[in-house]
């Protein structure tokens, strides 16, 4: 079985400009998570599609990022214009129901310049 | 909402030697606590979990005790070998949908 997997592993972006990290979780999972991890801090949560519905959004720091998953398939999580503060490495997980075990994919390395 | 404290933040141990790391939360309502495993270049990787309507959960070298009461939760690794080196990350749901991470354990084994 396939794993979670995200594309590209790593961005060098300049400050302005736009970047679009893409998730493919893991087949039959309704469930896809998006969670970022900036340097030396914790991973925090974004937000949470069950298929292509958004459950939770709560997690996503301003409205330059946006999220979707249309299909209920694979997901995309623009960010639109990056900022420095913008850089870390983005998560995105997956599992088949709510309250199950999450399974993460490798991340995405952003960095804004 | 959730706050999940994690330490040490880093941890050297001889090859062999047993490592703890622990975890506090804020939620009495977090009823699910996962520990991930991140290696280098890698993502995390759940390596044990326990809910809640149990206290202590074991798995070969790798157990995890929690304590509702005090709102605390452990990982304990024996036997400790040079490819558990890596990042370790303990979490607490009160939802089931929103992990709340600790900030990251780096562990060393030194052979």
């Known amino acids: 079985e396939a794993g979670v997997t995200q594309f590209p592993s790593h961005s060098v972006i300049e400050k302005g400009q736009t970047v679009t990290l893409r998730c493919d979780p893991i087949?039959?999972?309704?469930?896809l998570y998006w969670y970022r991890r900036v340097m030396g801090k914790e991973i925090k949560f974004l937000l949470h599609f069950v298929k292509e519905s958004k459950q939770d959004e709560s997690g996503m720091p301003n409205n330059r990022f946006l999220a979707e998953r249309t299909g209920g398939t694979y997901s995309t999580l623009k960010v639109q214009p990056a900022e420095l503060e913008d850089s870390g490495v983005y998560f995105c997980a997956s599992s088949q129901r709510v309250r199950e075990t999450q399974y993460f994919g490798p991340g995405t390395r952003l960095l804004v310049l | 909402g959730e706050n999940v404290e994690q330490h040490p933040s880093t941890l050297s141990v001889q090859e062999g030697d047993s490592a703890v790391i622990k975890c506090t939360y804020s939620d009495s309502a977090s009823n699910y606590f996962p520990w991930y495993k991140q290696e280098l270049g890698k993502g995390p990787q759940l390596i044990i979990d326990i809910r809640s309507n149990v206290g202590e959960k074991k798995d070969q070298r790798i157990a995890v005790t929690l304590n509702k009461t005090a709102k605390h939760f452990s990982l304990h690794i024996t036997e400790t070998q040079p490819e558990d080196s890596a990042v370790y990350f303990c979490a607490a749901s009160p939802t089931g949908n929103q992990f709340y991470f600790g900030t990251g354990t780096s562990l060393t084994v030194i052979p």
């Open positions: 087949s039959g999972h309704d469930n």
